[in-house]
């Protein structure tokens, strides 16, 4: 229900832009829910990327601020991260997440993951 793309091989300094695409039961509640993007690398705990409320206020790691930018289309069910000047050390699995309000139980829901290999 939440399916990611986007995702590849990129070299250092270049650009990819993540989608995710809700579908399924989750889309009743998207737009009043909060989303972000994790990244895992190997051997690594999963770690929070960019994060954006259902009125649009944005966080971001300080790994990434300035870099990346998330955003999110509530007509479609999308969520995007536009990643810019990617490094060598961005090399993960990024997941979207989505974080149902409290209306709607307060449930967490991941997609399967999309591979990011940035080659220096």
């Known amino acids: 229900q939440m399916v990611e793309s986007g995702g590849g091989l990129v070299q250092a300094g270049g650009s990819l832009r993540l989608s995710c695409k809700a579908s399924?039961?989750?889309?009743?509640?998207?737009?009043?829910?909060?989303m972000g993007w994790y990244r895992q690398a190997p051997g690594k705990e999963r770690d929070l990327v960019a994060y954006i409320t259902n009125d649009r206020k944005t966080n971001y790691s300080d790994s990434v601020k300035g870099r990346f930018t998330i955003t999110r289309d509530s007509a479609k069910k999308m969520l995007y991260l536009q990643m810019n000047s990617l490094k060598s050390e961005d090399t993960a699995v990024y997941y979207c997440?989505?974080?149902?309000?409290?209306?709607?139980?307060?449930?967490?829901?991941w997609g399967q993951g999309t591979q990011v290999t940035v080659s220096s």
């Open positions: 997440n989505l974080n149902s309000s409290q209306a709607y139980g307060g449930l967490r829901y």
């Open positions: 399924g039961t989750i889309t009743s509640f998207f737009n009043s829910a909060s």
